[in-house]
């Protein structure tokens, strides 16, 4: 799940299953979740697209930028974005002895900060988080402790219930969502295959009416290679198609992106530092 959507889904969804009884034999890093091969210590994102100038030579415009960091483990210890050079957000990350990320730092540029933090069970589950500006929220497991509600806490003392069904290995394949009322705000569903790799999801509204689909192919590296994506509601759909360069470790250093008119859309490239053998 390379792209960054997917990587969104995967850091503030799936990584929650990982920290139940239930998949703690199995517990991911968050390298493993960008599909990461080797021990990484650093990786800069430069997101870019082609822009045409006079004459019709493309050059290339930077949009993004993005540095991770890594611990020994393969866990964040920083995430930042870089904006015309200047470092702006940062997100900042604290472990226990136990490589359980208790603290998460958010530094806003020209913002009050925030602190989220996270409060485990003896056996590594979360079982909260706590933050100082937004929401809190708490975990509920069966009793083998498979994940199967998580209610968030808004500032405003409104709140939401997710409810998941998990497969056998561990993934969500439904959650509905109901607000404060008992009512249903959304529902989605997914689909993995054998590698985990997320083939389909789906977004239902609040009287179950599909809104929208997306469906990806991936490569024998496990990088995706095609993405459509259908909304119903407006009639509007694409596809989009991948390219990589890899590095002798198996890890892409250039991902191009195209349309279904094979345009270039944007253009992503990594530098990465591994840690010594």
């Given at each position: 799940?390379?792209?960054?959507?997917?990587?969104?889904?995967?850091?503030?969804?799936?990584?929650?299953?990982?920290?139940?009884?239930?998949?703690?034999?199995?517990?991911?890093?968050d390298?493993?979740?960008?599909?990461?091969?080797?021990?990484?210590?650093?990786?800069?994102?430069?997101?870019?697209?082609?822009?045409?100038?006079?004459?019709?030579?493309?050059?290339?415009?930077?949009?993004?930028?993005?540095?991770?960091?890594?611990?020994?483990?393969?866990?964040?210890?920083?995430?930042?974005?870089?904006?015309?050079?200047?470092?702006?957000?940062?997100?900042?990350?604290?472990?226990?002895?136990?490589?359980?990320?208790?603290?998460?730092?958010?530094?806003?540029e020209?913002?009050?900060?925030?602190?989220?933090?996270?409060?485990?069970?003896?056996?590594?589950?979360?079982?909260?988080?706590?933050?100082?500006?937004?929401?809190?929220?708490?975990?509920?497991?069966?009793?083998?402790?498979?994940?199967?509600?998580?209610?968030?806490?808004?500032?405003d003392?409104?709140?939401?219930?997710?409810?998941?069904?998990?497969?056998?290995?561990?993934?969500?394949?439904?959650?509905?969502?109901?607000?404060?009322?008992?009512?249903?705000?959304?529902?989605?569903?997914?689909?993995?295959?054998?590698?985990?790799?997320?083939?389909?999801?789906?977004?239902?509204?609040?009287?179950?009416?599909?809104?929208?689909?997306?469906?990806n192919?991936?490569?024998?590296?496990?990088?995706?290679?095609?993405?459509?994506?259908?909304?119903?509601?407006?009639?509007?759909?694409?596809?989009?198609?991948?390219?990589?360069?890899?590095?002798?470790?198996?890890?892409w250093?250039?991902?191009?992106?195209?349309?279904k008119?094979?345009?270039?859309?944007?253009?992503?490239?990594?530098?990465?530092?591994?840690?010594?053998?």
């Open positions: 799940m390379n792209r960054k959507i997917l990587l969104i889904i995967s850091f503030c969804l799936f990584s929650l299953f990982t920290n139940s009884i239930y998949a703690q034999d199995k517990k991911l890093t390298a493993d979740f960008e599909g990461l091969k080797g021990k990484v210590k650093y990786v800069r994102e430069i997101v870019s697209k082609k822009k045409k100038l006079i004459g019709l030579i493309p050059k290339e415009s930077i949009m993004n930028c993005y540095d991770y960091y890594y611990n020994t483990k393969g866990n964040f210890i920083k995430v930042q974005y870089i904006n015309d050079g200047k470092i702006g957000n940062q997100q900042l990350y604290e472990y226990d002895d136990r490589n359980n990320q208790i603290y998460i730092i958010y530094v806003y020209g913002q009050e900060n925030d602190t989220i933090v996270k409060v485990f069970d003896d056996n590594g589950v979360i079982l909260k988080t706590k933050g100082n500006l937004f929401e809190n929220s708490e975990y509920k497991y069966n009793d083998v402790g498979i994940l199967q509600s998580i209610t968030t806490y808004f500032s003392d409104s709140f939401y219930i997710e409810n998941y069904l998990i497969d056998k290995n561990g993934n969500p394949y439904d959650c509905i969502k109901y607000n404060k009322d008992n009512k249903i705000v959304e529902r989605n569903t997914y689909d993995f295959d054998n590698k985990g790799n997320l083939l389909k999801t789906e977004l239902y509204n609040e009287e179950l009416f599909l809104v929208n689909t997306t469906k192919k991936y490569n024998d590296k496990n990088d995706i290679i095609e993405e459509n994506f259908i909304n119903y509601k407006r009639g509007f759909e694409y596809t989009n198609t991948f390219k990589y360069k890899y590095d002798t470790k198996g890890n250093l250039k991902q191009i992106e195209y349309n008119e094979g345009e270039i859309v944007k253009i992503t490239k990594r530098e990465i530092e591994y840690y010594k053998d």
